[in-house]
């Protein structure tokens, strides 16, 4: 039987190494590449195929989430087991409609990570025992946050995303090449869309919804 070609991500190398370890003695599962960041991911993917790719959310340059995104659009065949510690269930929403395939927390056990690996193989999903109860607990609350979300244009998230890494209006205006009336309209329009008070509500909003750590 042919081995399952993974390709494992997190921009933490011990907890990369930690994975690694953990599966490389696998008689069925052969690791093809590791990655620091989506960017690496996909320049693995230029030279060699892939069964499974295993993601942090939280990595640089380019995200689990959005790594997620592309890789359903163009490795429609890849399946994806998301491991982090992230057990919030928007988070979770938001990659369940992306389409992964698994998701479980960085405290599972090797024997829960290779069920996770050999239950997607095989065509079925894996969601670990905590990840389904925060889903199912919080499924309406999440689908009104995430309409929220999806009313954002790209730049009202870069916007965001900016707020919540702690830059003023003029570092904003600066990085974004917008004028400092611009940015300031931005963030009223985020506060009205998101029912935030404030920016600590903006902030707060950002961290929940995986779009910072």
């Not at 599962?29 to 990655?35: D, E, H, N, Q, R």
């Not at 369940?96 to 050999?118: F, Q, S, T």
């Amino acid at each position: 039987m042919e081995k399952l070609k993974l390709i494992i991500a997190d921009d933490h190398t011990m907890f990369l190494q930690g994975i690694v370890s953990l599966i490389e003695n696998e008689s069925g599962i052969k690791i093809i590449g590791k990655a620091v960041n989506g960017i690496e991911v996909l320049n693995i993917l230029k030279i060699q195929k892939a069964d499974i790719v295993i993601l942090d959310i939280s990595m640089p340059e380019m995200d689990g989430i959005e790594l997620s995104k592309l890789l359903k659009k163009e490795y429609p065949s890849i399946k994806i087991i998301i491991v982090s510690t992230h057990s919030n269930a928007k988070i979770i929403s938001r990659l369940i409609r992306i389409g992964v395939n698994g998701y479980l927390l960085k405290n599972a056990e090797k024997a829960e990570l290779l069920e996770a690996i050999y239950s997607v193989a095989e065509g079925r999903n894996y969601f670990s025992r905590e990840v389904e109860e925060q889903y199912q607990n919080n499924s309406l609350k999440i689908e009104r946050q995430i309409s929220n979300l999806t009313e954002l244009s790209s730049r009202e998230k870069e916007i965001l995303v900016l707020i919540a890494q702690e830059f003023n209006t003029a570092e904003i205006a600066e990085k974004t090449f917008i004028s400092l009336n611009t940015v300031n309209t931005h963030r009223r329009n985020l506060l009205s869309k998101l029912n935030a008070k404030n920016t600590a509500g903006l902030v707060k909003y950002a961290v929940e919804n995986g779009l910072v750590d």
